[in-house]
């Protein structure tokens, strides 16, 4: 063997071990709690690793505990109604700020950026305040809905980003043939900006499935209207329950996300490479 | 970008203009017309199936002595959605409320959320001082306001495990705290750097060991005539946490105390320390009877007694700390009229307390009822009734700003038991504790 | 038939017109949801309001009780100051080595990518609640493992100068989005410049230092300012963590103090959460409030400037 060749093969065994230990570090914590999940209530508050009897029951039991399937519904509510409101509207904003040329666009993009950064806790009292008095929709999830069908700055942002890679060429062939502004952005961008919606759509997904400050003001009163993060939080002290039933809710409710994920992993890793290097 | 910061001024100025405060006051009143057939809505916390059987129950009795009036009750209900609802007020707002703690009855008196008593009482003839328990009286009152009755109550006391006692030689539960720490440590057994079995589980993070519950055993004064916080003048508190301090460490430290108590499991499963026979004596509310009595897995030998008291006090051993369920009418309720015969029946029906008191194994709050010959005999739960009637058995006083005061005690209460803060610097600290606590209750006040 | 001849002017009022309707979405969510609450927010700086009686104004005394008063304040700053420095740190020089070790295998990078991208999408809930368990002193995994090694295990989520730390571990574990990030950067170094130093004989570090540091330093720069202010609004993890490991019931509709143990964990959005939403304490809660929005706003800038990217249009 030849000294690079051997150099090489070091260079694959040293990269692969540590891919392997940091594979550990990622991986284990699932495996872990997978095992927990299934351990008798004694058991589970043993430092005992392995199960010592095997309760897949202990799944059942989860999914029959009051609420849980509410839980699971205002969730899908929460983010598909949100998603599709925040995709309606973000989409034209999107549009405008990356093609049109006016005045104080500019401006509206540094509006833009900055109301992406606000931390919500900035502005979550008076808009509380409002929603509690005015319209006295505290203890539902649609204080945090209704917002989303008003342009969601995190998703303009990353639309415009993606529609600034589209030719202005086939906008302008778009209207030469006649088109509306309205028209070329629903027959000509629309299609071509697939890929970045469908980012743009899944990032917003996931945000309203993993919430859990917004449904915590605005819900947290009402059981009628908890999401999953809510029911999983309060799952060990409401239920009464130990280590191994909080394991299984806690693997339900990671499960859809992890099902999503393999079935659009390409989707989400152009989502994640517009945030940060295209621009 | 000096262009941009201008714009979002303009925008902020015309807003600021447009936001004004607004205020959720709908006031209601007592105009309703009892001979008229009439639904009023009721919020209550009770979720276990044998308490809301219970509370049913009692509504049907009420419904079956006042037939035009129906109720309509609302079980699960917590302290957040209460505060949501009376602050929102509207149609969708409850009529009579009740709550589990005491913490908001300052605040709710003080605001007027809930509607005063008084006038009420006065008319229906009941002289409060000779029908409700002393102690009871006060929690549900703020500055001479009775907006809130009391609905049961909670004591602490004892629990310990009577095998074990044997075991270890022990006769009697302790009286004193000096015995209790004697017979905490004899209890213990280690095991490598934990416990085979722990006497008693002290952390103040522990299930119902917090400082203000504990502190009912030195029967502290919190504030004084001015509503100024006294936690440094007297002995109590400073007696309180020295001991504390004492028995963390002379039962393995704060250290290994916290990891044990991380082994625990939720305190209302059935794996509970005390029912697993993880610790040998536990301090607890009179609820926990039932959950014993209940739990099929329990098969060693229990019972009750009063929490011991400092040695110097040992002639007041058999008080504890009390506390209970509140029940008011909110304010913007329009059916006042039958939403207080309703708060009546429940809080002073003799019958009707006795069978709730009995079912959810609860302390009754008025005298004719703690005397009932039909109130529950268990000789363990009887403990818990001695407790709440004991004239030297305490609670918290409420304060505009709820329990705040007890928070800022508690975080330098910890800070004491796991040694951050040594034993001769107690009454220094609680000095500042003081002073925040009167600062906290300044920002507070309307 | 008619015939649509617009004059310049009226194609110009068209124009402005159609980009007001397409923006209106926005310009209504940005006054409603952005402008108005905050200069409400601003507004209750200055009033006493506990959100059931009418508010008061109190000129600055809840300015003065929030930085002179109360005794969270300083815990929590402190706390936001250290996640900011430490976890931020880290989880960029994490990142990046993930990033840069995903490059470099050659097999099963499909599994390496995956396996390491995961964790990032585990809802904070349900992660948060994972890890106080696999890091609980008495019955986790973690410290059975650490101690049949012979390691003396902290008490993690249990001991205030060990949960920051916690904290941090559970951050790494989710670093998917800057693994994602770091690994489209390195990639996008031109290979020639790798072939041209290895030709002059630069050894790894020097190619690292002198090749790889230099092209990547705008992600990095953007990787650190985005996570300084996904740090300010840092609440989920911090929320969970405290209650769960505290021990004491904590169904969403009860008030548990947050920052257990002993403050370690409080950060300022909680603060505005327990004084807004627990405490009643309007003014105080707007005070935090907006000592967040200064600082969030202060990187924002620092953001916008370093990354003109952001805003120009390719």
Not at chain 1, 37 to 42: G, H, I, K, T
Not at chain 2, 224 to 235: E, P, T
Not at chain 3, 261 to 275: A, I, K, R, W
């Amino acid at each position: 063997m030849t000294d690079a060749r051997r150099r090489a093969a070091l260079a694959w065994i040293g990269t692969h071990a540590l891919g392997v230990a940091a594979a550990l570090f990622f991986v284990l914590p699932f495996v872990f709690l997978l095992l927990t999940s299934v351990m008798s209530d004694s058991q589970a508050l043993t430092s005992n690793l392995w199960p010592t009897s095997w309760h897949w029951g202990n799944y059942a039991q989860v999914f029959h505990t009051p609420g849980f399937l509410t839980w699971w519904r205002n969730t899908v509510i929460y983010a598909v109604v949100g998603t599709v409101l925040c995709l309606a509207s973000a989409i034209p904003v999107a549009y405008a700020l990356a093609k049109f040329r006016f005045r104080g666009r500019r401006t509206a993009m540094v509006l833009v950026v900055s109301a992406m950064m606000l931390p919500p806790q900035v502005i979550v009292i008076p808009m509380y305040l409002v929603w509690a008095q005015q319209f006295h929709l505290a203890g539902t999830l649609w204080p945090i809905i209704i917002p989303l069908a008003f342009g969601d700055a995190y998703s303009i942002f990353l639309l415009r980003q993606f529609l600034l890679t589209i030719p202005d060429e086939y906008i302008e062939s778009a209207k030469i043939d006649g088109c509306g502004e309205l028209r070329a952005l629903l027959r000509i961008v629309v299609p071509m900006a697939k890929p970045g919606i469908a980012a743009v759509g899944l990032f917003q997904f996931f945000y309203c499935w993993n919430d859990y400050f917004g449904p915590k003001v605005y819900a947290a009163s009402n059981p009628a209207w908890w999401t999953l993060s809510l029911g999983l939080e309060s799952f060990r002290g409401a239920h009464h329950t130990n280590w191994n039933l909080t394991m299984a809710a806690t693997l339900l409710v990671m499960a859809p996300v992890i099902i999503v994920f393999f079935f659009a992993q390409k989707a989400f890793v152009e989502g994640v490479t517009l945030t940060g290097v295209k621009g | 970008m000096r262009r941009t910061a201008l714009a979002i001024l303009g925008a902020a100025a015309a807003t600021a203009l447009l936001a004004s405060g607004c205020t959720a006051n709908v006031n209601g009143g007592a105009y309703d017309d009892l001979s008229k057939k009439e639904t009023i809505t009721f919020w209550h916390g009770w979720s276990q199936p044998n308490e809301v059987n219970a509370i049913n129950a009692n509504i049907r009795a009420f419904e079956r002595l006042h037939p035009n009036i129906t109720v309509k009750s609302v079980g699960n209900v917590t302290d957040d959605t209460i505060n949501q609802a009376l602050r929102a007020g509207g149609d969708s707002a409850p009529d009579v409320v009740s709550s589990f703690s005491t913490d908001k009855v300052g605040l709710y008196c003080a605001s007027g959320l809930w509607t005063d008593l008084d006038p009420f009482l006065a008319k229906s003839g009941i002289d409060k001082a000779k029908t409700f328990t002393a102690p009871t009286l006060k929690y549900t009152a703020y500055r001479g306001k009775q907006c809130s009755l009391p609905l049961l109550g909670d004591a602490l006391g004892l629990y310990y495990n009577v095998d074990m006692f044997k075991k270890a030689g022990i006769a009697r539960p302790p009286r004193t705290f000096s015995e209790f720490k004697a017979d905490a440590e004899k209890l213990t057994v280690r095991k490598g750097d934990g416990y085979r079995q722990l006497g008693f589980m002290p952390d103040y993070h522990g299930y119902a060991t917090t400082p203000t519950n504990y502190l009912g055993q030195w029967s502290p004064t919190y504030l004084d005539a001015r509503g100024r916080s006294v936690l440094a003048k007297g002995s109590a508190v400073t007696d309180m946490l020295t001991y504390q301090r004492g028995l963390v460490q002379a039962l393995g430290g704060y250290d290994r105390l916290e990891k044990y108590r991380t082994t625990f499991g939720d305190e209302y499963s059935t794996q509970n320390a005390f029912h697993v026979q993880k610790v040998a004596m536990q301090m607890d509310g009179e609820w926990r009877t039932v959950n014993l009595e209940q739990d099929r897995n329990v098969r060693f030998h229990w019972a009750t007694a009063p929490m011991p008291v400092p040695d110097d006090q040992a002639d007041q051993y058999g008080k504890g700390y009390a506390t209970g369920t509140t029940i008011g009418i909110a304010h913007s309720s329009r059916k006042q009229n039958a939403a207080w015969q309703f708060v009546k029946f429940l809080t002073t029906n003799t019958k009707a307390l006795v069978s709730f008191a009995n079912a959810i194994h609860n302390v009754p709050t008025t005298y004719a009822s703690l005397k009932s010959p039909d109130l529950d005999k268990s000789p363990t739960f009887r403990t818990f009734v001695r407790i709440a009637a004991n004239p030297r058995s305490s609670t918290l006083p409420p304060t505009l700003n709820g329990s705040q005061f007890a928070l800022t005690l508690s975080d330098f209460a910890y800070r004491v038991e796991s040694g951050k803060v040594p034993v001769a610097r107690i009454r220094e600290g609680l000095k500042e504790v003081d002073h925040q606590i009167d600062l906290d209750n300044l920002q507070a006040e309307m | 038939m008619t015939t649509t001849t617009l004059t310049y002017a009226g194609k110009r009022r068209r124009q402005a017109l159609t980009t007001l309707a397409f923006l209106s979405p926005w310009i209504i969510g940005f006054a409603a949801f952005f402008a108005y609450p905050l200069a409400s927010t601003v507004y209750f700086s200055f009033m006493h309001y506990n959100q059931i009686n009418p508010p008061t104004f109190v000129g600055l005394r809840n300015w003065k009780y929030v930085f002179t008063e109360y005794p969270l304040f300083a815990p929590a700053l402190w706390n936001t100051l250290w996640l900011v420095v430490v976890m931020v740190t880290l989880r960029v020089v994490f990142g990046l080595g993930i990033g840069m070790l995903v490059t470099k295998v050659k097999t099963g990078v499909g599994f390496f990518r995956t396996a390491f991208y995961l964790p990032y999408l585990a809802p904070p809930v349900a992660a948060t609640i994972g890890f106080v368990f696999l890091l609980n002193p008495g019955t986790g995994p973690v410290n059975r493992i650490l101690g049949a090694l012979g390691i003396n295990a902290p008490n993690w989520f249990n001991d205030p100068s060990w949960s920051k730390p916690a904290l941090t571990v559970l951050a790494l574990w989710g670093i998917g989005d800057l693994m994602v990030i770091f690994m489209a950067a390195l990639l996008d170094v031109p290979k020639e410049q790798y072939e041209a130093a290895s030709l002059d004989g630069a050894g790894a570090v020097s190619r690292f230092r002198h090749i790889t540091l230099p092209n990547i330093s705008p992600i990095i720069m953007f990787a650190v300012i985005t996570g300084v202010i996904q740090t300010l609004q840092y609440f989920t993890q911090p929320t969970v963590a405290g209650n769960l490991a505290s021990g004491q019931l904590s169904a969403p509709g009860t008030m548990v103090p947050p920052g257990y143990p002993d403050n370690s964990t409080l950060t300022l959005p909680q603060l505005v959460f327990t004084l807004g939403f627990q405490n009643f304490n309007t003014g105080a809660a707007s005070v935090i409030a907006l000592v967040l929005f200064a600082v969030a706003m202060a990187f924002t800038l620092l953001l916008m400037r370093r990354r003109s990217g952001l805003l120009t249009e390719d």
